[in-house]
Nanobody, 115 residues
Framework: QVQLVESGGGLVQPGGSLRLSCAAS????????MNWYRQVPGKERELVAG???THGTYSYGRFTISKAIGDYVVYLQMNDLTPEDTAVYYC?????????????WGQGTQVTVST
């Protein structure tokens, strides 16, 4: 059974940093890449950072997604956070292009940026 379990969310002051983790398990038949999304109430879920490959480190401004070869944990490093970054952050695993379709989500972890 596929499981994605996020951790690391919480309350942080503006300008602070936070690192989220997502532990993946049960991917027997899914050749996947990892992504981080976020969602605020009343808005659509949006992509924060995605991995074009199954491992590596990729930066998108203040956000960096990373996953080591052979590891089952993907990280999202978030720096210089603002109140606009407040959201529920979701870990996502989807099939690598050209691979059989699969798409899984974690339960989400709340990030609140506030004084």
């Amino acid at each position: 059974q596929v499981q994605l379990v996020e951790s690391g969310g919480g309350l942080v002051q503006p300008g602070g940093s936070l690192r989220l983790s997502c532990a993946a398990s049960g991917f027997t038949y899914c050749n996947y890449v990892m992504n981080w999304y976020r969602q605020v109430p009343g808005k659509e879920r949006e992509l924060v950072a995605g991995m074009p490959d199954t491992h590596g480190t990729y930066s998108y401004g203040r956000f960096t997604i990373s996953k080591a070869i052979g590891d089952y944990v993907v990280y999202l490093q978030m720096n210089d956070l603002t109140p606009e970054d407040t959201a529920v952050y979701y870990c996502n695993a989807e099939n690598k292009p050209g691979s059989p379709k699969c798409n899984y989500w974690g339960q989400g972890t709340q990030v609140t940026v506030s004084t």
